[in-house]
């Protein structure tokens, strides 16, 4: 073998100085609805998303908010479910309906040539939906059983728990259900819902692709005449004191258990977000974090450990979560914690932080590539009353933290002893 | 239409770059001609662990993942019982890096038993955790060497058992290195907004002194064909009955490979499919229906997998499966269903062409299935596929005596 000494030397590398932001097309229809286009991109693609204050916090017993976002494409006035989707499916379109804590969203994504074929089934699910009985009840019983799996699986009894001990029960952000929460939803609840926060409140459409000329006019035309009542529905979030409590709930013949460990934690709103947010990074949000670099790499307990953000308009979480081999889930939970205190009590090295800021730098480059892409980064302020610059303040955020700051961030909202610890399978 | 170019390397190794002026981030991509089905029977699981011990560091660079996260970068790979694909994403401006770090670890692989040691368990955790450890998880594992009597595809890439990852010795995983990991058995892809000539001088710089160390040549046993139907039952601790059948179909490169391809569509893609029009929707005999095929580079499968709903008898259910495939071989497909299938395929290959890392992994299977061109003729395979076409390929498959079946039911 011929020693080739040149590749000792690690190549140049050049900064991240900025990071082109997307600027979107802001207008309203006829109606009020507030419009962002992201006319971008290189294909004939677009993508439509309408947005209501429709999620998860405004039901007022489990599943309903899901089974009516769900059900939108069970059938309309003009549209029975086989024909949505024979249309959608003809056309090449995909038609997804998503359901999160906050909001309720359809989506379309087509190719441009369709545009026209496509809004007026999109505009049927979305203003006319009839929720039949029949296959509605279908829907629910199919759920139930795709529930019953899922509850076989530790990670999900596990996160299941967590939600409960977090937020407690029946709290509006608490996503945790039981299988007879199935059996009290019907069709008439969720027509009820939809009538009662669909069109009340807040309806953003958020277009991007290679738009077509015509788009805007288009848009007017399928969504600009309803009425719609601009007040939100307000929702009384009460204050949440999660005791930091441990649960083990056992599984038997589980060979892997799972960890899940956490708290309530600040959101997108707070000042300190951008900052946690590189914290966690630094912790269990990249492969070669420090959760992964001592418990997978070093160890070997388990395929994946992360750490987790989730923000939500009023309410905000922070988790670790993993499955690990079930003979050393004590040691793989014990370690989780000593990483923690590592945060709180070590600065960080110079080398590590520098990795993690081009890191989350380049994340954040490829998170605006392609215009889909940008529209969820438009999306991600606009639900929240921000503005683009937040995305700038990250930036800046990112290259000014110091190893103090980190530190500061992890013993300010880091302590051990805040914590929710949920083990499911094995001790 | 992807655009790109191919130049081959002294040493073999074979180079595509595609340019996307349109995105500041660059995707390079390396695939390995190798693959669990080059694996011996007795040391399965072998082409994943060694995946993982890529990332064990390299002759000079001790950690991969490193030098690339400082650099903005983020990777991944893969192994399928065909090949082992390693991707990369970095911003265009630190594209050398990626150079860098991918020529060391096909130069020099650094060895050792710490490395072993540790992914020997992480892999095993990842056994447990997909193949155990969740209801359905060895589905796998029974239906491959049901199906598969001679063909290495009768295990799956993560092994036939644990103990074959834990029993993995240092030197299986040298000869493995030498034999497999070598530019002629490689190919790379590089998209961006980058220039041919600028890869071609970065290509030589970092490969070009690669030698090769072996050669791949495989002669793998061909599976007999299956004349006679397989049934296997098991019961396991699971909250719905499911039933899995499987018939052996064409590789991925025979002419009847889009006809196989779309009769799967018909059946099992989208809201409007039939499996679950009639037999999820209206028939309510299935909670979920599924059908695709394998897509493998040898003889592959074609799977129809569903859970049966509470209160129907697994025959019964089965028995509609079968009513479905029939009317495949009897009827001719009207002509807006086989457009329907033909438009998907048409925006599932634009929507692939929207990502600069999916049109690098694109091209790189294209030419390690014979040639990168091919990748912007698939639209047009799919849209000569005529309705006799289907019904002839369909006709072909759904023999009984080609058909292996497993039905997983719940205890009690």
């Keep these: 073998m011929i020693i080739q000494d040149f590749r000792k030397t690690a190549p140049l590398r050049g900064e991240i100085s900025s990071v082109k932001l997307p600027t979107p097309e802001v207008f309203s229809l006829d109606n009020g609805i507030k419009v962002y286009l992201l006319n971008s991109g290189t ?97 629910i019983a199919k759920s139930r ?31 945790s259900i039981v299988a007879q929460d199935y059996d009290k939803v019907n069709s008439e609840l969720l027509r009820n819902f939809f ?35 601009p007040q939100s529905h307000q929702v009384i979030i009460p204050a949440t004191h999660h005791k930091p409590v441990e649960e083990f709930i056992p599984k038997e013949n ?18 300190d977000y951008h900052k946690v947010k590189i914290m966690n990074t630094l912790l269990g949000g990249y492969f070669g974090s420090r959760l992964m670099a001592n418990i997978r790499e070093d160890k070997g307990y388990t395929y ?124 | 239409m992807i655009n790109f170019e191919k130049f081959t390397l002294d040493n073999g190794l074979r180079v595509i770059v595609h340019r996307d002026e349109s995105t500041p981030i660059a995707a390079m991509n390396i ?49 399928s019982n065909d090949v082992t694909n390693y991707y990369l994403t970095i911003p265009e401006q630190n594209l050398e890096t990626g150079f860098w770090i991918e020529s060391d670890r096909m130069y020099q692989l650094a060895f050792s038993e710490k490395s072993l040691d540790v992914q020997r368990n992480v892999v095993t955790e990842e056994f447990r955790q997909t193949h155990l450890n969740q209801p359905y998880g060895d589905v796998w594992l029974l239906l491959r060497p049901l199906a598969y009597r001679v063909h290495p595809y009768q295990w799956p890439t993560i092994g036939k058992e644990i103990g074959h990852i834990q029993n993995a010795q240092m030197d299986d995983v040298r000869a493995f290195y030498d034999k497999y990991y070598n530019p002629n058995n490689a190919i790379l892809v590089v998209a961006g907004n980058v220039d041919t000539g600028e890869i071609y001088k970065l290509a030589e710089k970092w490969f070009s002194p690669i030698e090769n160390t072996g050669k791949n040549e495989r002669n793998l046993p061909v599976e007999p064909v299956q004349t006679k139907p397989r049934f296997l039952e098991v019961k396991r601790d699971v909250p719905a009955n499911a039933i899995y059948k499987v018939w052996h179909t064409c590789n991925r490169n025979h002419p009847d490979y889009h006809a196989t391809d779309l009769l799967s569509d018909i059946l099992g893609n989208g809201n409007s499919s039939r499996f679950y029009d009639q037999l999820v929707k209206n028939q ?37 499966i079968e009513n479905e495939l029939n009317k495949l071989a009897t009827n001719l497909l009207a002509e807006r269903e086989l457009d329907k299938v033909k438009n998907k395929v048409e925006s599932t290959m634009v929507f692939g062409r929207m990502n600069i890392l999916d049109k690098a992994m694109n091209l790189a299977y294209a030419e390690i299935l014979g040639n990168a061109a091919n990748v912007n003729f698939e639209e047009e395979k799919y849209r000569a596929v005529t309705a006799q076409k289907l019904r002839d390929t369909a006709q072909k498959i759904f023999q009984p005596g080609n058909c292996s079946t497993l039905h997983y039911l719940k205890k009690n």
């Design chain 1, 43 to 139: 294909e004939e693609m677009m993508k439509v998303d309408v947005t209501f204050e429709a999620g998860v916090v405004y039901q007022e017993q489990p599943l309903v908010a899901h089974f009516t976002s769900k059900c939108l494409i069970e059938g309309t006035e003009k549209l029975n479910a086989s024909e949505i989707a024979e249309q959608v499916d003809f056309y090449g379109a995909h038609l997804d309906t998503i359901n999160t804590m906050d909001n309720a969203q359809v989506s379309l994504y087509c190719l441009n040539k369709y545009l026209e074929n496509l809004l007026p089934v999109m505009q049927e699910v979305v203003l006319r939906p009839v929720f039949p009985e029949e296959q509605i009840n279908t829907i």
């Design chain 1, 145 to 175: 059983e795709e529930f019953l799996v899922k509850m076989e699986k530790v990670d999900f009894i596990a996160q299941q728990a967590f939600q409960t001990l977090a937020f407690g029960k029946g709290h509006p952000y608490s996503s």
């Design chain 1, 195 to 229: 009538r009662d926060h669909y069109f009340q409140g807040e309806i953003r459409l958020f277009v991007s692709g290679k738009l077509p000329k015509n788009t805007d006019t288009l848009l007017n035309q399928y969504f600009g005449a309803h009425p719609i009542f």
């Design chain 1, 254 to 271: 589980a060979i892997q258990s799972a960890i899940q460990i956490g708290k309530l934690f600040i959101n997108k709103l707070h000042p």
């Design chain 1, 304 to 427: 994946g450990i992360r750490s987790i953000l989730l923000t939500m308009l009023k309410a905000g979480m922070f988790f670790i979560s993993a499955q690990v081999g079930a003979d050393i889930t004590q040691k793989a939970v014990d370690e989780v914690i000593v990483e923690i205190e590592k945060l709180r009590t070590k600065l960080v090295g110079k080398v590590e932080l520098d990795l993690v800021k081009n890191y989350i730098l380049g994340s954040f480059l490829r998170s605006a590539d392609g215009p889909f892409a940008m529209a969820e980064l438009v999306k991600g302020v606009v639900e929240y009353g921000l503005e683009m610059d937040f995305y700038n303040n990250f930036v800046k955020t990112i290259k000014n933290i110091t190893p103090e700051e980190i530190k500061q961030m992890a013993v300010k909202y880091l302590q051990p002893e805040s914590l929710i610890k949920v083990v499911v399978g094995k001790k």
């Design chain 2, 31 to 79: 695939i390995y001609n190798v693959g669990a089905r080059d694996e011996d029977p007795e040391k399965t699981g072998f082409a994943h662990l060694f995946e993982h011990l890529m990332f064990g560091g390299s002759i000079n660079i001790p950690k991969y993942d490193e030098p690339l996260e400082k650099a903005g970068g983020e990777n991944n790979a893969f192994t």
């Design chain 2, 284 to 320: 309510k005999l299935f909670t979920n229906l599924d059908a695709y095929i394998m897509g493998s580079f040898d003889n592959g499968l074609f799977v129809v997998s569903g859970k049966i709903a509470n209160g129907v008898k697994a025959k019964d259910a089965e028995n509609a």
